[in-house]
């Protein structure tokens, strides 16, 4: 929800530092507070939840939680364990108090910090309504403490160039009073495994023609990029990364028959495991297969 994460007012202020230079150094010195508390519609924390299809297994991890409310029904609603941050001291004290008192006891904890600062490494699910600025300072942290398969979902504000693998849009009355307007935008992203680099392919029984380095440029969840086989170079086609799966289609070469089979896998770091169907359907036989990362992105940014 949006609290006193980042108020217009420090927008402006931060607008004024900027013209004046000092940009980095006011981010790093000025609390991340002030701007007035706007809690978040129960009808949107509903569809915010549905969105990241929360259920029992997940941990729902609230930046700038407000009253605690996307938390408190995460966990009474779903069954779901989680906690919330926000600066205000207030806010966070009031937050704990309503969830003692439903009974979710450490089911649903809430902590006075800075969001940015907030260890979210155990997140399954990230929750957010925070100003623009605020979700593209938060991106970098959303890329590299994330795992990959994690789901964000953002009330109304985005990650600007990484755009999101779901959108919803819907009209909500009760909104107009807090904030002047009624329309809502919901937006869901799927962290993506980092596959950006060069990979050693390898297939079970030997069964390519000649060894082959695949080559990945990654922007967030899209991908593209051609394999070297042997003295020949084609592209890979078709590749699709959601968190921690990929797959992709390689040029098989003559020995079998010229085709482009699809490649299905799991990612875990520099390696990753699937199998490959060889042959055409029916009768094709499927082979285990595995990519060891042999050169990391040029550009690492592009994660």
Same mark, same amino acid.
């Given at each position: 929800?949006?609290?006193?994460?980042?108020?217009?007012?420090?927008?402006?202020?931060?607008?004024?530092?900027?013209?004046?230079?000092?940009?980095?150094?006011?981010?790093?010195?000025?609390?991340?507070?002030?701007?007035?508390?706007?809690?978040?519609?129960?009808?949107?924390?509903?569809?915010?939840?549905?969105?990241?299809?929360?259920?029992?297994?997940?941990?729902?991890?609230?930046?700038?939680?407000?009253?605690?409310?996307?938390?408190?029904?995460?966990?009474?609603?779903?069954?779901?364990?989680?906690?919330?941050?926000?600066?205000?001291?207030?806010?966070?004290?009031?937050?704990?108090?309503?969830?003692?008192?439903?009974?979710?006891?450490?089911?649903?904890?809430?902590?006075?910090?800075?969001?940015?600062?907030?260890?979210?490494?155990?997140?399954?699910?990230?929750?957010?309504?925070?100003?623009?600025? =605020?979700?593209?300072?938060?991106?970098?942290?959303?890329?590299?403490?994330?795992?990959?398969?994690?789901?964000?979902?953002?009330?109304?504000?985005?990650?600007?160039?990484?755009?999101?693998?779901?959108?919803?849009?819907?009209?909500?009355?009760?909104?107009?009073?807090?904030?002047?307007?009624?329309?809502?935008?919901?937006?869901?992203?799927?962290?993506?495994?980092?596959?950006?680099?060069?990979?050693?392919?390898?297939?079970?029984?030997?069964?390519?023609?000649?060894?082959?380095?695949?080559?990945?440029?990654?922007?967030?969840?899209?991908?593209?990029?051609?394999?070297?086989?042997?003295?020949?170079?084609?592209?890979?086609?078709?590749?699709?990364?959601?968190?921690?799966?990929?797959?992709?289609?390689?040029?098989?070469?003559?020995?079998?028959?010229?085709?482009?089979?699809?490649?299905?896998?799991?990612?875990?770091?520099?390696?990753?495991?699937?199998?490959?169907?060889?042959? =055409?359907?029916?009768?094709?036989?499927?082979?285990?297969?595995?990519?060891?990362?042999?050169?990391?992105?040029?550009?690492?940014?592009?994660?």
């Amino acid at each position: 929800m949006m609290t006193k994460t980042l108020s217009i007012a420090y927008g402006v202020l931060l607008g004024v530092l900027t013209a004046l230079g000092g940009t980095a150094r006011a981010q790093d010195d000025l609390p991340r507070t002030a701007g007035p508390y706007v809690p978040t519609p129960q009808t949107i924390v509903d569809r915010m939840l549905q969105l990241a299809a929360v259920s029992k297994d997940d941990v729902v991890v609230d930046l700038g939680s407000g009253d605690g409310r996307i938390v408190r029904t995460a966990a009474k609603v779903y069954g779901a364990s989680g906690f919330g941050v926000d600066i205000d001291r207030e806010l966070v004290e009031r937050s704990n108090a309503a969830a003692k008192s439903e009974g979710l006891g450490a089911r649903a904890v809430f902590v006075q910090q800075d969001v940015f600062k907030a260890d979210i490494r155990k997140a399954t699910v990230v929750t957010l309504y925070v100003l623009p600025e =605020m979700m593209v300072g938060l991106r970098p942290k959303m890329l590299s403490e994330l795992r990959p398969g994690t789901r964000i979902v953002s009330h109304d504000y985005h990650f600007r160039e990484w755009l999101p693998d779901n959108r919803l849009s819907f009209d909500v009355p009760e909104k107009r009073d807090a904030v002047g307007f009624s329309s809502t935008s919901l937006y869901l992203w799927i962290v993506p495994a980092a596959v950006g680099g060069r990979w050693r392919l390898e297939v079970a029984d030997n069964k390519l023609p000649a060894p082959v380095t695949l080559n990945f440029r990654q922007l967030f969840q899209n991908v593209n990029g051609e394999a070297q086989v042997g003295n020949r170079t084609t592209d890979i086609a078709g590749t699709k990364v959601r968190g921690d799966t990929i797959e992709f289609a390689l040029d098989a070469g003559p020995r079998a028959g010229g085709d482009r089979f699809t490649y299905r896998g799991t990612v875990k770091g520099d390696v990753i495991e699937g199998q490959v169907a060889w042959g =055409m359907e029916p009768g094709a036989r499927r082979y285990a297969w595995k990519a060891t990362r042999i050169e990391p992105p040029a550009d690492k940014l592009a994660h």
